[in-house]
């Protein structure tokens, strides 16, 4: 029974749930877009000083609606009273920031917390005005849909849609703001105007969302998309894309379940789904996610244990014999061992591995001998290093002393394709190489 | 017209002090740049180089004084500057590609809400190839080096086919062969009678790569062509007490064998 | 107006509660950690809300043990974000107690029914009540000595705060200022950052009830910020603040009884006008300090004393 109203309602099937779950599910949509670019322009906290900043011009915009006569809960009005505080609050911030030594968290603070207490005093006078009710307007705090009627969504979805079509307009501007405003500037770009149109567009999100999901929680809307899309891309068309469908989702799922529900508020829901996506996303993302980076990280481990294995093999055999051509023939574990430092249990699971991939046999003595295959491997290894350190000392003026463990570090990552280039340039290919520095 | 700053200067700058929270940072700065140098702006860590510059194209308010640009404002002369801002201004984290950054130095002639074609995304790439890095143009720009990323901002720069290039430290943190790239590249742009301007730390390549140098620490202490500028008694003005430093120098010096 | 002992009351809860929350939003400022301060008090209500579930009491202790580990929580989580994600603090700040206070708030919902918790309560708290809930310090024939109970929880949270920054001044100091510098020294920077976000959950969830959350962001950020316009020294910075905390106090409540009469409205929550109190004050240093809008763009610039002269080569060979 409950499940199929919920899948009826999730489908936008429920007649009178419909315009809730869509307008909400644009909201997040939005949201992710312009939060996006709040979060490349390391202002994600600035719609939290916004959002609460908007507290004061409902309780005034209330106060004058009632004073003239008017009703005092007419969403338009609340909402322009909510964009003239806001904006002033946004303005203080950034005035602040420019003009005394305070940072950036501090003049968010500042903002916050005392338009905030201004707010709740202007509300809490409000309130025993005789003559109007004011209930509801706590639902600017808190969020809640149940009180909102059809003209509301209209005025939502109306200016989400203006919104986002003017953030797509200046995309190439905005982006060129947040990665690097100075050139913007020198550019030609009116950067301090961009700027305040940025903040206007996520002036006119935060305060149509309001209503739904509240002050307090509106930032998620804004912050949590954009960060979870970032684990997932390194390219800023995908990332907006991303973005604003996670938005879109959340929005959807936490307007369906809280329609459903009376006690489940549709803001606390929304975060939730967007906290879990977050989390999902910082674990698995592709480009970033936590997980996939460790496992980068264990293959390169693999890959540069490997090779120092082989190398240092190749080098024993090097040292051990007078004459060409060298002879593959077994070394001791404690050769080895000596050869160069090797962390606790290394060398061990080194061997472990370089037997299981064919490159190291164990001689019935007990010692080590390298594999035809792993012969072909070790001297190949080894002569990339080599030319590697050539290049270095040869062109970056580095002391042969200091060589090794550079070239250790980016030799791993040498392409076929470099390591070609390398030998035309330092005109080795032919001949054998050997070690600039004593081995 | 100021008689001591005429029009035939890329850059005259007019007795400029810019101050921070009201700590005077550069004082009293009065120079010209001379068409078609190749000018170094060289002096101590916290001498107001960077701030030079930035104050020069208007990046940071000037307290009092003025910066011309060929003897006009330098709002009015943008379409003449191209600008290399310092590597660790912006966050190389940001999702966009090597040709995505070079791409942006077309903006401006685009103008407001076109977006880049195939015209500008074929510029960017020949400006990647041109400072040796067309193959790495779909890259990530977190996974280039710090000389690649240097070559980037390069780049834009050339992008924007200027007749100055304002360039702030171009040469730092980067490897020895991007150092000779972009050095090769500066002399080629400066052979085709641009002027540069770089903000330079190292005083041991000095004489090698600028024609022109200008001698700053928070006030001018000398300017004028490098041969005559770069000398010991200079130097030590400049660099004040740092005896250490200036023995390096002094080897520098004997090495290129100057005074 | 007329004053009554309700007054004095309700000045002597907020005063203590702004000198709690200064001190260690003084440091929270210098570490530019201020936004901290806003995160963790809205975090700390499903720390609240479970407590209360668990004890089915409001009895102080539960709910004071669950809101510290919510606030301490929010803390390491931010930090396990921006580190283990790669993400800016700000976003990692802003992802952590949203999520917290969404799922306090479904908690406190959820449980609406049979629970007497309102999460308006936690933002408003209810300074004009306190008075109504006295504990007599002592009594003699003649003489009632009455204050009320909040007033000595935050005395308590004071103490503590004045306690530990006394004894880990020096370290706080260091880790604030240099914190690689603090590492090389032995001062495990991690350790002080804990200890700070610690008195700040502590400070917090101390003064919720009383005077809501509202007061204790405004009280964290606003005299340290208005103190450092005035003072660059840290001693005199700490000073500073704590005065500024005292006259918000003071002054937001007065405003709160009389500023509404003059536009002919009923009187106003004292804690919203406190925080009101705190912005004015900011603004006044904003524009009237030593570094303040009014001298920024007046009078000369003093001559840098060490400006090389450029007239007397031969005194720098001397060196």
Known sequence: MDLEILRETLLLEQHNTRIVVISVALLGGTAGLIGSFLLLRKQSLLGDALSHATLPGIGIAFALM???????????????????????????????????????????????????????????????????????????????????????FCLIIVTLLVTSVMTILILKELTLLCFDPDFASVDGWPTLRLDVILMGLVTAVTVVGLQAVGLILIIAFLITPPTAARFWTDDLKKLLWISTMIGAVSGWLGASISALYSNLPAGAIIVISASFIFLVSMIFGRARGVLPRYLRHLKLQKKVGRQHLLRSTFEILENTQSEAPLKNIPISMELLRKHRYWSKGELPRLIRQARAEDHIERQPSGELRLSESGFGEASRITRNHRLWEMYLIKHADIAPSHVDRDADMVEHLLGAEIVHQLEAELELAKSDIKSPHAI | MRPEHPPEFPLAVHDLTVAYHRKPVLWDVDLNIPDGSLAGIVGPNGAGKSTLLKACLDLIPATSGEALIYGKPYAEQRDLIAYVPQRESVDWDFPVSAQDVVAMGTYRKLGWFKRIGTTQKKQALAALEQVGIGHLANRQISQL???????????????????????????????????????????????????????????????????????????????GPTPETFTRENLQKTYGGKLNLLDDVAQALKNVGRP | MNWTANDLHIILVGTLCALACALPGTFLLLRRMSMMGDAISHAVLPGLAIAFLISGSRASWWMFF????????????????????????????????????????????????????????????????????????????????????????????????????????????????????????????????????????????ASFEAVGSIIVIAMLIVPPATAFLLTRRLPILIATSLIVAVLSALLGHLSSQALPHLLGLPETTSSGMMATATGVLFLLAWVFGPEGLMRQNSGELKKPEHLIDLDEPKALEKH
């Open chain 2, 145 to 223: 080096s710090g000389g690649q990323q240097q070559r980037v901002f390069l780049a834009r720069a050339l992008v924007q086919d200027a007749q100055i290039y304002f360039m702030d430290e171009p040469f730092a943190a980067v490897d020895a062969a991007t150092e000779q790239a972009i050095i090769e590249l500066l002399q080629s742009l400066n052979a085709r009678g641009k002027t540069v301007l770089c903000v330079h730390h190292d005083l041991a390549t000095v004489s090698r790569y600028f024609d022109h140098l200008v001698l700053l620490n928070m006030r001018v202490v000398a300017s």
């Open chain 1, 66 to 152: 009632s004073a003239m006569g008017l009703s005092g809960k007419s969403l338009p009005g609340l909402l322009t009273g909510a964009t003239i505080t806001g904006l002033i609050g946004v303005l203080l911030v950034l005035a602040i920031r420019r003009s005394t030594r305070l940072k950036d968290d501090a003049a968010m603070g500042i903002v916050l917390s005392v338009f905030f207490g201004l707010g709740v005093a202007i509300l809490n006078m409000v309130q025993k005005i005789p003559g109007q009710s004011s209930a509801g307007l706590d639902s600017f705090i808190y969020g809640s849909t149940a009180s909102m009627v059809w003209s509301d």
């Open chain 3, 66 to 205: 669950g809101a510290a580990i919510a606030g301490v929580l929010t803390a390491l989580f931010t930090q396990w974000i921006t580190r283990f994600g790669k993400v800016e603090r700000g976003a990692a700040m802003g992802i952590v107690f949203t999520t917290l206070f969404a799922i306090g708030l479904i908690l406190i919902k959820q449980s609406a029914d049979h629970v007497d918790l309102d999460p308006a309560c936690v933002l408003y708290g209810a300074l004009e009540y306190t008075p109504l809930d006295l504990v007599t310090l002592f009594e003699t024939a003649e003489h009632l000595i009455q204050v009320p109970r909040a007033a000595l929880v935050i005395a308590a949270t004071l103490l503590f705060n004045i306690l530990i920054i006394a004894l880990f001044f020096k370290e706080f100091t260091l880790a604030s200022f240099d914190p690689s510098l603090a590492k090389t020294q032995g001062f495990r920077p991690m350790l002080m950052h804990y200890l700070l976000m610690t008195m700040v959950a502590v400070t917090t969830v």
